[in-house]
């Protein structure tokens, strides 16, 4: 029988751009002369729920498997369809890719029904969600539904290769059910995702993602990354400019999203990169124009000269910068190092050279206290100048303790007290309630958006932290 | 027609043998250790009917002060639906015995009588059924 892959991204994940695993994975399979299709569930999962009476019900089910009875037969349906989806692909291997932990949820029910409509397809799954609550890999997760009979087998790790290795049959391939995995030696040899499968009309913000490093430069305890990617691995310039220009070339679409923990790790191979996007936008209309996003570390003013905020304003850039705590003390603990002007800097020139900031904030980071509050507070009032002036968007997200990861290995250190949820925490050494931290992130946002206008938001699960509080 | 697989985990105590046991009118036999997997594909909506036969009075050996020492029993102690485990609880709940010679069923998923017990599984789609049940799986 010949090999048909159908390689899907599990919903639920907050975000209505594509997500690019299934196009990657297509694409090497290509190269290997397997037929394969992509599917990217998510955004139709995603767009069924867009306005759905029972949205916030529904998505008790995915982040936390809560079964209102009001929302049965939606449910149902949806474990339907997304199985339906795959199943009319007539699949030999249904390899399914799970971008963050939650998707464990749906992952187990999908698979059930899965076995049922496809009774003679191998399941594999693999990504970043695999792993336990993002900090190493959930064993316990992949044994546990390997033992059910829900899959057949999973991949840890950079899959690049290894699903290669899995559909050729070499099931004791590093990384294949074991957590001994090995990374990809050079990210500039993995081929030109493919989109054919996908239907760009489907996405709200219609964007290439496009995966130009793994790992990152800085240490920051709370993060999760570092953990599981301990080396920077970069792109050059040249190999990620013959990906832009060829995805220009086969979807017409030059908005791109850089789905790596920082555009500028590598500042000498980040200016080429802007250079050649400069080029390219030299003599085209603003609508023609390459435009992208991507994840911005702060460093001090001496390298990110007056330069580089012309090849971004040039370039149409929009940095997602990770500023995390305002307070300083509290930032430089955690492993960001940089000083209070170098934001009044990049605020500035962001401001000066029209390059549009999205500020990420960790609220009530587990270090911080109730006079950090206060100061959070006013610092965003001292700053309203820049909302919607370079400062496009404030996204806030509730601080959770990542097992696996610095801060949750200093946890003792500071006196936190862990709950069986990232989210659910408590420093004793500061004896902050959950209700202050609610509280105060209520009034973070109400002061973000009423008092100083700017456009402020927050991911699913920390929205209904917000609605549980009557907000 | 789609079928749903079920699984069930037996496991059999001896005493003077072991019962028998048929679900659905196919015969249960316990591997060494006694216990079984029995596995079954079934169309949905479906009553499931295990039914428990050769147990007699003299397969519960008693001391002298009337503790059990032996006894020949059957408990269902696992079972799945569509690969979903159902939890401890909600099996409880679902498995309706009736003691041969009796009229009224009782939930129990421990077997040291003969008798018959009924599962009844009212919708034709497993995960709704998993659902409405409020039966997940274990985080």
Known sequence: ?471 | MLTTNISFKLEFSESNGVMSVSINGTNVTPESGGNVVFLQEVILPSQIEILLTGKSPDDTILDEKGNILTDKYVKLSNMSIGNVPINKRLLFNICEFTPDGELESIKDTFYAFNGKVLININEDDFIKWHLKQDNKFTL
């Open chain 1, 1 to 471: 029988m010949t090999e048909k892959v159908v390689l899907c991204a599990i919903p639920y994940v907050d975000t209505v751009e594509p997500i690019m695993a299934p196009a990657l994975l297509k694409s090497i399979l290509m190269e290997e002369g397997v037929n394969s299709i992509a599917i990217d569930l998510n955004i139709e999962i995603v767009n069924k729920l867009k306005n759905h009476p029972n949205k916030k019900n529904i998505l008790d089910f995915f982040f936390s498997q809560i079964i209102h009875k009001n929302c049965i037969d939606d449910l149902t349906e949806i474990v339907n369809y997304s199985a339906n989806r795959i199943a009319e692909q007539h699949p030999t291997t249904i390899a399914l890719s799970l971008l963050i932990y939650s998707c464990q949820i749906f992952t187990r029910w999908l698979c059930s029904k899965l076995r049922q409509l496809c009774p003679d397809a191998r399941i594999v799954i693999g990504g970043t969600g695999i792993r336990n609550h993002i900090g190493n890999v959930n064993e316990d997760f992949c044994e546990q539904i390997k033992e059910l009979g829900l899959i057949d087998d999973y991949i840890v790790g950079d899959g690049d290769v290894s699903l290669v290795e899995y559909i050729k049959g070499n099931v004791d391939y590093p990384g294949i059910n074991s957590s001994n995995w090995q990374k990809v030696p050079d990210m500039n040899a993995l081929p030109i995702p493919n989109f054919d499968d996908y239907n760009f009309s489907l996405y709200e913000k219609i964007v290439i993602p496009i995966n130009d490093s793994r790992g990152c430069v800085k240490n920051c305890e709370f993060c999760d990354v570092i953990e599981y990617w301990q080396k920077f691995q970069f792109r050059n310039a040249e190999n990620i400019w013959e990906e832009m220009a060829h995805q220009i070339k086969c979807y017409g679409i030059t908005q791109f999203s850089f789905r790596s923990s920082l555009i500028n790790g590598n500042l000498k191979e980040f200016k080429k990169l802007l250079s050649y996007m400069q080029e390219y936008n030299k003599d085209k209309s603003k609508e023609k124009q390459i435009g992208w996003e991507g994840y911005f570390i702060i460093r001090a003013p001496t390298h990110h000269k007056k330069e580089l905020w012309e090849m971004m304003r040039d370039t149409n850039a929009v940095l997602l910068v990770g500023i995390e705590s305002v307070v300083y003390q509290v930032r430089y603990k955690m492993g960001k190092t940089f000083v209070d002007s170098d934001i009044t800097y990049h605020l500035d020139m962001g401001r000066q050279y029209n390059v549009k900031l999205v500020l990420l904030i960790i609220v009530a980071y587990p270090t911080e206290t109730l006079e950090d509050y206060e100061y959070s507070k006013q610092w965003f009032r001292d700053h309203k100048q820049y909302a919607n002036d370079s400062v496009v968007y404030v996204s806030l997200s509730y601080a959770s303790i990542l097992p696996g990861t610095q801060l949750s290995r200093r946890s003792d250190e500071y006196g936190i007290k862990k709950g069986k949820l990232p989210s659910i925490w408590i420093n004793q050494n500061l004896s902050i309630t959950n209700d202050q931290k609610r509280e105060y992130l209520i009034d973070l946002y109400r002061i973000c958006t009423e008092e100083c206008g700017f456009i402020t938001g927050s991911n699913e699960q920390t929205l209904e932290t917000l609605s549980d509080v009557d907000y």
